[in-house]
């Protein structure tokens, strides 16, 4: 979906964006180099808190972060944490100053919602919010934006993603790609220092952990393991801070009790707040000092001092490090290396600014971290790189990213039957064959589960759905084959077939969490005054845009590899490129010229095949005659590479500059 | 049907250089990668997705010992799948659940040196079988286009191996697990 308009005399630049637990972060590509922009609060940081006023008011930032201690409920900080899950998620259950919307069904307890007051919001519509915040400021600075590559957690599960998708699409932008924040990190890290090696990438955010090792070779990026925890960040920290933090103020401490009141001595939302952010604030502050000292109003009056060292610190999060640990030796093990092999160690994330932090990750690796990096900006400006690659064409740099977690199909005792096992190279896909357990089977229920316990129950549940219309067979004789495609932004398409009858069922992962194309359609004409009239002119424009732009591709097949197209087919391609071509000059409707679109897909479908064909061949062709020409050739092949690297480097800009 | 082999193009042998296979992959992924074809009209990008996923998928299954053999032998119409094959030699399995025996202690112990060792071992034994693997495969190859020794006899002696490289294979990643929870 494509709701920019198009303006020739300014080309839409594209733009990375990092949707931080703590910060978000918009960049792009200016003259061959990622630069931060600057967000509404007069700095790249922007803090992801959001503030909903009266009369649908809504205050994104620095700004929002300053309702946090009056008005605790309506404003959500930290909202990247429950993107994508559901009411029974351990999270709800943290220390916290939100009000959840009690769900009326199974079904609406599959999202949670926030109670701000006059309106409840799910996450996807929070993060919404502050992807618009910063669309807005890159539209201010850089006049039209194209494409968007949004970063995300390298553990986030398809849920999360597609949840992270469908917010960006709710912000108005064309997300042309979600990015492991690991893997964004990297690709901004290698280019700029053209680093060859082995790295491993530490990301310890605001309220996730990844841990990603991978091989950067002349602009290759292949990820060879990833791990982590999508709910471990500096959030926890604070809370067990704040946790002492409410002991001196005289309260029990929270310990698990919810900000909703109902525990018995549960302190108010408003306190909760004040202590959440009092701790982040000697969290910070033990980052240069060794002791920070607090006051406090007391409960019942008076004041309270609150007294933590680093050391402390240093004592209270170290459970929380060795949960990194365990991942960080889980992810080496996969990946099939020694500590020893790393060639460097990246940081990113605002908590590798702590002291403690960065001897932990020092211990693990043997090895001093990196120190030249921004862990705040770097992610952002990885997005960027990503953006402008993908949409200059780029052929100089390759990445290669993985499934984060295992995907599996439910078996009959609550078991899961693995079909793609973590750490696959994607895009992957992979069948596996089930059978009928009982006589006169008409249906067949399927349970995708993501994640690596041995129980399905104990997994991330993605989607159920039943085949039905199997005739009547006896027990085992049905045969079901189930397709699972994984497409390079981690996210999942489901597909079975019943073998014997060919009964086929193509299932969309997406409701479970996600949104539909018209719910988020119909979000966008409530959000956005627009109306219909509106939408329609902007996706007739759109519709145009993308018409050409398959003309010329087809123009430019049709002029490299007419030979593989059969007489009566080329007529074919003929036909429904003119009917194309007629539709973008005429119509008024936007379905028209998507019908047109349509149909030349049809009629290019089996020569676009035979096309990729010849060019996997001439790759496998090209590799040989390599192989052979670097052996003869020796030292010669380092000068190549180097003369690669540089074209690569110049091809980055995006036209135009700003 | 196209198999991993026939995917890139490869001489079907089990001792791959897997250095090289990783290079092909990847300049096949370089032609093939969805963010090559971003933009690009939607029959391309089913076309490349789908040859993307297979050469993937190829490369996987190449570079897993266990997957390799079981490419080659239904190459060959040996059935494969721990359910296919015939039962594993009984003094091995016995000799398999006592070294499990032997990690589960260790584990109980928290005993990482003893699980170290017992690792060691199994690698060692892990290279042993794979090599024997790769003799193996070259026999059956040529036993089958008209040599002295009947390929049923090597092809059983290819499927026990192969059984025992299974074993072997599901130690080590225990192991891994342990490591991971004791390192």
């Known amino acids: 979906m494509l709701l920019d308009i198009y303006d020739p005399k300014a080309p839409p630049k594209p733009i990375g964006i990092d949707l931080g637990t703590t910060n978000s972060i918009v960049a792009h590509v200016r003259d061959g180099r990622p630069v931060a922009l600057t967000t509404c609060d007069g700095t790249a940081l922007l803090p992801s808190i959001v503030y909903y006023g009266d009369h649908g008011a809504v205050v994104v930032g620095a700004s929002a972060r300053s309702y946090a201690t009056r008005a605790p409920t309506?404003?959500?900080?930290?909202?990247?944490?429950?993107?994508?899950?559901?009411?029974?998620?351990?999270?709800?259950?943290?220390?916290?100053?939100?009000?959840?919307?009690?769900?009326?069904?199974?079904?609406?307890?599959?999202?949670?919602?926030?109670?701000?007051?006059?309106?409840?919001?799910?996450?996807?519509?929070?993060?919404?919010?502050?992807?618009?915040?910063?669309?807005?400021?890159?539209?201010?600075?850089?006049?039209?934006?194209?494409?968007?590559?949004?970063?995300?957690?390298?553990?986030?599960?398809?849920?999360?993603?597609?949840?992270?998708?469908?917010?960006?699409?709710?912000?108005?932008?064309?997300?042309?790609?979600l990015l492991n924040e690991p893997t964004a990190a990297a690709l901004a890290y290698g280019l700029e220092t053209r680093s060859n090696g082995l790295f491993a990438v530490f990301d310890l955010g605001g309220g996730t952990f990844d841990i990603t090792i991978l091989v950067l070779d002349d602009g290759v990026f292949q990820v060879r393991s990833t791990g982590g925890d999508s709910a471990l960040g500096g959030d926890d920290m604070d809370r067990l801070i704040a946790d002492r933090i409410l002991v001196a103020m005289g309260f029990a401490a929270a310990g698990v009790s919810a900000g909703g009141g109902e525990a018995v001595d549960a302190p108010p939302a408003e306190v909760v707040s004040l202590a959440l952010e009092s701790a982040r604030r000697v969290k910070h502050a033990l980052t240069e000092v060794t002791e920070?000292?607090?006051?406090?109003?007391?409960?019942?009056?008076?004041?309270?001092?609150?007294?933590?060292?680093?050391?402390?610190?240093?004592?209270?999060?170290?459970?929380?490090?060795?949960?990194?640990?365990?991942?960080?030796?889980?992810?080496?093990?996969?990946?099939?290396?020694?500590?020893?092999?790393?060639?460097?160690?990246?940081?990113?994330?605002?908590?590798?600014?702590?002291?403690?932090?960065?001897?932990?990750v020092q211990e693990i690796f043997g090895q001093e971290p990196l120190g030249d990096i921004d862990p705040d900006l770097v992610v952002a400006c990885g997005a960027a790189v990503q953006a402008a690659l993908l949409v200059n064409q780029s052929d100089e740099v390759l990445l290669l990213d993985v499934l984060p977690l295992s995907l599996g199909v439910e078996t009959m005792g609550g078991g899961v039957d693995r079909v793609l096992p973590r750490n696959t190279t994607i895009p992957a896909g992979a069948k596996s064959v089930f059978t009928t357990f009982a006589d006169d089977q008409t249906g067949f229920e399927i349970h995708v589960v993501q994640g690596e316990r041995e129980l399905a129950q104990d997994c991330r549940s993605l989607a159920r759905f039943t085949l039905k219309g199997i005739p009547p067979m006896s027990a085992g004789m049905a045969r079901l084959e189930v397709h699972f495609y994984v497409d390079e932004n981690n996210l999942l398409a489901v597909r079975a077939v019943e073998l014997t009858t060919g009964i086929e069922q193509k299932i969309e992962v997406v409701p479970s969490y996600g949104l539909t194309d018209e719910q988020i359609e119909d979000m966008l004409i409530d959000a956005i005054d627009h109306g219909d009239e509106d939408l329609e002119a902007r996706r007739l424009a759109d519709?145009?845009?993308?018409?050409?732009?398959?003309?010329?591709?087809?123009?430019?097949?049709?002029?490299?590899?007419?030979?593989?197209?059969?007489?009566?087919?080329?007529?074919?391609?003929?036909?429904?490129?003119?009917?194309?071509?007629?539709?973008?000059?005429?119509?008024?409707?936007?379905?028209?010229?998507?019908?047109?679109?349509?149909?030349?897909?049809?009629?290019?479908?089996?020569?676009?095949?035979?096309?990729?064909?010849?060019?996997?061949?001439?790759?496998?062709?090209?590799?040989?005659?390599?192989?052979?020409?670097?052996?003869?050739?020796?030292?010669?092949?380092?000068?190549?590479?180097?003369?690669?690297?540089?074209?690569?480097?110049?091809?980055?800009?995006p036209p135009g500059g700003s | 049907m196209a198999d991993a082999f026939d995917t890139l193009e490869l001489q079907p042998e089990y001792d791959l250089d897997l250095g090289a296979v990783e290079a092909l992959h990847r300049e096949l992924s370089r032609t093939l990668h969805p963010d090559r074809h971003a933009g690009k009209p939607a029959a391309e990008r089913r076309a490349a997705l789908s040859r993307a996923i297979e050469v993937n998928e190829a490369w996987r299954a190449l570079?897993?010992?266990?997957?390799?053999?079981?490419?080659?032998?239904?190459?060959?119409?040996?059935?494969?799948?721990?359910?296919?094959?015939?039962?594993?030699?009984?003094?091995?399995?016995?000799?398999?659940?006592?070294?499990?025996?032997?990690?589960?202690?260790?584990?109980?112990?928290?005993?990482?040196?003893?699980?170290?060792?017992?690792?060691?071992e199994m690698r060692a034994r892990d290279a042993a079988v794979q090599s024997a693997l790769a003799l193996g495969f070259v026999e059956f190859m040529g036993a089958t286009s008209g040599a002295t020794v009947d390929p049923a006899v090597r092809r059983d002696e290819l499927l026990r191996k192969l059984g025992e490289l299974r074993y072997v294979r599901r130690f080590l990643e225990e192991v891994g697990e342990i490591e991971d929870l004791l390192g």
């Open chain 1, 74 to 177: 309506r404003t959500i900080a930290s909202v990247k944490r429950f993107v994508g899950r559901g009411m029974d998620d351990p999270q709800i259950r943290l220390l916290g100053a939100y009000r959840f919307v009690e769900p009326a069904s199974a079904e609406a307890a599959r999202t949670v919602r926030f109670d701000v007051g006059e309106r409840s919001v799910s996450p996807v519509e929070v993060s919404a919010d502050i992807l618009r915040s910063l669309k807005k400021s890159a539209e201010d600075q850089l006049k039209a934006i194209g494409g968007v590559v949004i970063t995300v957690p390298a553990y986030f599960d398809d849920a999360q993603r597609q949840a992270t998708k469908d917010a960006g699409r709710l912000a108005g932008l064309e997300v042309l790609r």
């Open chain 1, 292 to 360: 920070s000292l607090l006051e406090l109003p007391r409960r019942g009056g008076g004041t309270a001092e609150f007294r933590l060292t680093r050391d402390e610190l240093d004592a209270l999060i170290l459970p929380l490090l060795e949960r990194t640990g365990r991942a960080c030796r889980r992810a080496l093990r996969d990946a099939g290396v020694e500590p020893s092999a790393i060639d460097g160690v990246i940081l990113v994330g605002g908590s590798t600014r702590m002291p403690r932090v960065r001897s932990y």
């Open chain 1, 543 to 653: 519709g145009r845009v993308e018409g050409q732009r398959i003309l010329l591709a087809t123009d430019k097949a049709l002029a490299t590899d007419p030979d593989l197209l059969a007489t009566e087919e080329r007529a074919a391609v003929d036909r429904a490129a003119a009917a194309l071509r007629e539709a973008i000059a005429g119509a008024r409707k936007a379905s028209t010229i998507q019908g047109a679109i349509a149909e030349l897909d049809r009629a290019t479908h089996d020569w676009a095949g035979r096309r990729m064909d010849r060019a996997m061949k001439a790759a496998i062709a090209g590799k040989r005659l390599g192989d052979v020409a670097a052996e003869v050739q020796g030292a010669a092949g380092v000068d190549a590479h180097v003369a690669a690297h540089e074209i690569a480097r110049a091809g980055r800009p």
């Open chain 2, 63 to 120: 570079r897993d010992p266990v997957r390799r053999a079981e490419v080659l032998l239904t190459r060959h119409g040996v059935p494969v799948g721990e359910n296919r094959e015939p039962v594993g030699d009984p003094a091995l399995l016995m000799e398999m659940m006592e070294q499990r025996e032997a990690l589960a202690e260790a584990r109980a112990a928290r005993d990482l040196p003893a699980v170290r060792r017992l690792a060691t």
